[in-house]
């Protein structure tokens, strides 16, 4: 049975307002232009987020958001530990690389390899779909409508959203061990009393506000059939709902993590 480890409840703050990999090298540097942003070509919509700079700006910064969940680790799996002496390491949604080249200056030693026996798999995950413990999150709520458009969507692009707890099973099944799940929350801004909270929500609302635009304007011209501008006044719905304070929602984030024998 999988270990789990589940962060308390945040109290807000009422003070303070192989054949893949044939085209690639063709395909690689093709992008698609579309509404003012640079998308993959490479199985075109598949992935449905930009790959300009400023994408690039909000990776490092949820980087940065995972860190400051984490106890600034940069994962809770074994390897992760500071003297931990690790001979291989690949890290895959490597977003810029950021993640695997701080992990290179915390061990110089490893190399990029397979999962090899007593090798650890790591997943961190964010869950989408916003969850409040007060039931300030109204069901007309913007951001929870926004967010069921996007699954709407990922399912027309053949990409689902997956049930992140359930992983623990999966991976359980495919033969790892020592399996455990470790919950946290990213308020969705600087709501909650504890001043950790506060933090991640401020970064948590920076992160998804910025990149609420390359996050959504694909899904929903694409997925939905929206117009540029439809969507963009949506989004500003979206965003102020985003920064009411007297919305206390959440997202649930993950650590999975299990040894393989």
């Known amino acids: ?33 579309e509404n003012g ?38 994962g809770l799996a074994p390897p992760c530990y500071p003297d931990a002496k690790v001979n291989h390491v690949l890290d895959l949604g490597t977003g810029t690389g950021i993640w695997a080249m701080d992990f290179a200056d915390e061990h110089p030693e490893a190399e990029l390899s397979k999962l090899n026996p007593n090798g650890y798999l790591e997943l961190q995950e964010a869950d989408l779909t916003i969850k409040s413990d007060d039931g300030t999150v109204k069901p007309d709520n913007a951001l929870l409508k ?39 929350r990213w308020p969705s801004n600087s709501w909650p009393k504890d001043k950790k909270y506060k933090e991640l929500g401020t970064w948590c609302y920076e992160n998804f506000s910025s990149g609420l635009e390359a996050i959504t304007m694909a899904a929903l011209t694409r997925g939905h059939g929206w117009s540029v501008e439809d969507t963009t006044v949506f989004l500003m719905d979206v965003r102020k709902t985003m920064g009411d304070r007297k919305v206390h929602a959440y997202w649930p984030i993950y650590s999975i993590y299990g040894r393989k024998p």
């Open 146 to 184: 926004c967010l069921k458009l996007l699954q709407e969507a990922s399912e027309r692009f053949g990409r689902p959203y997956v049930d992140i707890p359930a992983l623990v099973d999966l991976m359980t099944e495919i033969g790892f061990v020592d399996v455990k799940i470790e919950r946290f």
């Open 37 to 74: 942003r640079t998308y993959h070509a490479y199985k075109d919509g598949k992935y449905v987020l930009p790959n300009d700079e400023r994408e690039n700006e909000r990776l490092d910064l949820q980087h940065n958001l995972f860190l400051l969940t984490f106890g600034d680790k940069l």
């Open 1 to 33: 049975m999988a270990e789990t480890n589940e962060q308390p409840v945040v109290i807000p703050d009422e003070q303070d307002s192989a054949s893949t990999t044939a085209s690639v090298s063709e395909s690689i540097f093709n992008y698609r232009c």
